[in-house]
Nanobody
């Protein structure tokens, strides 16, 4: 069982930046593919980014060039650097761990409880 805890959300103006963190409970963190998803009010949860255990990333088109996913296996921590934020980025952001390198919710076995990101116009 892997427990994931997100932090770093908050309120920011459009054009601003935030850095999200996700800390995992297990030392086997490095063996998982780690992803970020988000869910806006009234919408389905959607893929944001995923990082392979070899540090190769993949991004949703909507965040490509603005967001950067990274991981520190020594600290069991996943990050999401979000720059040039837009009001449409407002959502609850979730980190997830899985054994499949993919963009689908079903690819992930463990989820955090989420952190709120609000971008004002």
């Amino acid at each position: 069982q892997v427990q994931l805890v997100e932090s770093g959300g908050g309120l920011v103006q459009a054009g601003g930046s935030l850095r999200l963190s996700c800390t995992a409970s297990q030392r086997t963190f490095s063996q998982y593919f780690m992803g970020w998803f988000r869910q806006a009010p009234g919408k389905e949860r959607e893929f944001v980014a995923v990082i392979h255990w070899n540090n190769s990333p993949s991004y949703a088109d909507s965040v490509k060039g603005r967001f950067t996913i990274s991981r520190d296996n020594a600290k069991n921590t996943l990050y999401l650097q979000m720059n040039s934020l837009k009001p449409e980025d407002t959502a609850v952001y979730y980190c997830a761990a899985g054994v499949v390198f993919g963009q689908m919710i079903r690819h992930y076995d463990y989820w955090g409880k989420g952190t709120q990101v609000t971008v004002s116009s």
